[in-house]
Structures are given as C-alpha cells and as structure tokens.
C-alpha cells in the first residue's frame, strides 16, 4: 500500500500508508515505464487514487479481504500455467508458487539486494524495513543460497592467498 509522493531530483519519493516511513528511491527506468503506464491507464478517471497500487475495476485502494482473493487468483493462474489461443505457454505451469504469499515477494525483493551486494541499511532504505526485520528476513532465506557459500568461500581463498604472499615477502 505505497503511496507515490512524487518524483524529486531524479528519485522516486514513496511513503508506506501502513507505517508512514518515507522510501525515497532512485527513478529506475523499469519503476518509471510501470509507473507511467499505470498513470496512462488511469488518465481518465475523475478522481486520482493515493496509492499506486489499486483494484483498477473498481478504482478505488484493495480491502484486504478483495486483495487476498487477487493475489489468489493470480497465484492459481501461475501455478497452473496460462495457455495462449494456440494452445503454447504464455506462463508456463509453476507449481512451487502454491504456497505462496504476498509478502514472500517483499522477502524475494531483500533476498535479492542481498545477492546483489547490498547491505542491510541500504536494503532497508529501499524496502522500508526495519534493520531487524530485514536482518530476521536474511537470516531465512539467505542461508539457502549457494551463491554466498560460493562468494565467501572466494573471498576466503583470496584472503588466504594474500596473507600467504605477505609471509613469504617477510622471509625473503
């Protein structure tokens, strides 16, 4: 439930409604095409909602009880996949998304950052999460992830190789 404050010297100014926290993010050109298409698909309506997500049938924000029966039915749709009128994949079957809720894409989103590099204080000042709850999100998810294995285990080596190099520079 973000509300779109504006953009501000090429940043993107979002405030989330649940706990007011400012999000001020850089304007990423994928943010700005969303973003103008929603607002092209809504130029005619008389009254602008807030937030930038909304149930654009009725035009008005998600009750939570409507949200979760959307988010259901689209969860349904890409766990049983959606054919085009030739019968191929426009969205292949995906069955590991039956389980899925909503703010597991909230997760995903930090998990990401992460994987990217990010620290936990920028996370945050992306996402709006708190530093505990982004740490508690890291500590979940990012234990499965080879990658970091992968990364440290380099890093270890190169720390490794370095110190060794220093010592035998010493003795010589």
């Known amino acids: 439930?973000?509300?779109?404050?504006?953009?501000?010297?090429?940043r993107r100014v979002l405030r989330q409604s649940k706990t007011g926290a400012p999000v001020s993010i850089?304007?990423?050109?994928?943010?700005?095409a969303r973003l103008a298409a929603m607002r092209a698909?809504?130029?005619?309506?008389?009254?602008?909602?807030?937030?930038?997500?909304?149930d654009e049938a009725t035009r008005r924000r998600?009750?939570?009880?409507?949200?979760?029966?959307?988010?259901a039915a689209v969860r349904a749709a890409a766990v049983a996949g959606v054919r085009d009128a030739a019968g191929g994949w426009l969205v292949p079957p995906t069955p590991a998304l039956a389980t899925m809720r909503d703010t597991d894409l909230r997760s995903t989103a930090v998990t990401w950052l992460a994987l990217a590099g990010c620290t936990i204080p920028e996370i945050?000042?992306?996402?709006?999460?708190?530093?505990?709850?982004a740490h508690h999100i890291l500590k979940h998810y990012l234990a499965m992830h080879q990658h970091l294995a992968d990364a440290a285990i380099a890093k270890a080596v190169a720390w490794y190789?370095?110190?060794k190099a220093a010592a035998r520079q010493m003795t010589c």
């Open 26 to 32: 850089p304007d990423s050109p994928e943010l700005a």
């Open 124 to 133: 945050c000042a992306i996402t709006g999460h708190t530093l505990q709850s």
């Open 1 to 10: 439930a973000m509300i779109d404050a504006g953009a501000e010297r090429g």
């Open 41 to 54: 698909r809504r130029a005619a309506w008389p009254v602008q909602p807030l937030e930038i997500v909304v």
């Open 62 to 71: 998600f009750r939570a009880d409507h949200y979760r029966h959307v988010f």
């Open 161 to 163: 190789d370095k110190e």
